[in-house]
């Protein structure tokens, strides 16, 4: 059974770091892009960052580069999402999602359309 699982949120003080994992079973991520997403309450599901698993190839937001890095271990199956200086506005669900080609697009791996499965979430709060 496919199936994409993420881990790793928790809360968080403003200025510090969390990484999320997404893991997937019941299939290889090999040929696949993974996207990360996150939804705050009363916000659209918007796009964090997406790696391409079979040469790495990935992109970060324009406006989370410097602070975010995503990364890939093909032997784990999980893709990881690093997030640095976190700010209050960079709470909410963090969700990873999965599309079986390789999107070379940067905007339409941003979009959630792009993607056939979905991880449950995790919840990042960035709070003093």
């Known amino acids: 059974q496919l199936q994409l699982v993420e881990s790793g949120g928790g809360v968080v003080q403003p200025g510090g770091s969390l990484r999320l994992s997404c893991a997937a079973s019941?299939?290889?991520?090999?040929?696949?892009?993974v996207g990360w997403f996150r939804q705050s309450p009363g916000k659209e599901r918007e796009g964090v960052s997406a790696?391409?698993?079979?040469?790495?190839?990935?992109y970060v937001h324009s406006s989370l580069k410097g602070r975010f890095t995503i990364s890939k271990d093909n032997a784990k199956n999980t893709v990881y999402l690093q997030m640095n200086s976190l700010k209050p506005e960079d709470t909410g669900v963090y969700y990873c999602?999965?599309?079986?080609?390789?999107?070379?697009?940067?905007?339409?791996?941003?979009?959630?359309?792009?993607?056939?499965?979905w991880g449950q979430g995790t919840q990042v709060t960035v709070s003093s």
């Open positions: 790696i391409v698993m079979k040469d790495g190839g990935a």
């Open positions: 999602a999965e599309v079986d080609w390789s999107l070379r697009n940067n905007s339409d791996s941003m979009y959630p359309s792009s993607y056939s499965h």
């Open positions: 019941g299939f290889t991520l090999d040929d696949f892009t």
